[in-house]
């Protein structure tokens, strides 16, 4: 499945692949617009997906989600135990007005294959959280533990907050 060119805006469940443990060869969730979504994109029981040159804008706080702008878990609907694995997130900004969470990773076994980089982070409150198996982390310990390790925290500096069209190059 290729999802592409899309602009989403205030979606409780932005873009989901979910399946039963199948794994998508030559899909790819890229140049999407995801905009104050309570979930931004849900990878549940599925292999492979790959998430290139998105990107993710909030302005939700912690009360109003907690949910990642991305979140990848286990598929246990039907008594599944299917994770997902083979995530790739790369070349994507992320750009919230609140600490919320940008990257959930909810079971551990959802890191095999798991890859993160060249992204771009900013968060106007402070630094960018995500979380792995419900437990908070910078992105400091993020990158120690091998992620994100060529991607920056910048702000963008869009020129406006609907094209999303930084103002220099990033």
Not at 27 to 38: D, E, F, M
Not at 45 to 58: A, E, H, P, V
Not at 124 to 148: H, I, N, S
């Amino acid at each position: 499945v290729i999802i592409r060119y899309n602009y989403l805006l205030n979606t409780p469940n932005g873009i989901q692949r979910k399946s039963n443990g199948m794994t998508d060869v030559n899909g790819v969730i890229a140049y999407n617009i995801i905009k104050n979504p309570k979930l931004g994109v849900a990878v549940k029981g599925i292999n492979g997906i790959k998430i290139y040159n998105n990107t993710f804008y909030s302005e939700k706080t912690t009360d109003q989600t907690t949910r990642g702008l991305i979140d990848i878990h286990t598929n246990t609907d039907n008594e599944l135990n299917t994770p997902s694995k083979g995530t790739k997130i790369h070349n994507n900004i992320f750009y919230t007005r609140n600490r919320i969470i940008n990257i959930n990773i909810q079971d551990l076994a959802c890191l095999e294959g798991f890859e993160r980089d060249y992204n771009v982070f900013w968060c106007e409150a402070g630094a960018p959280v995500f979380q792995v198996d419900g437990l908070t982390k910078t992105f400091a310990m993020w990158q120690a533990m091998g992620y994100d390790q060529h991607s920056v925290v910048v702000n963008p500096a869009f020129v406006d907050f609907n094209d999303f069209v930084p103002s220099v190059r990033l």
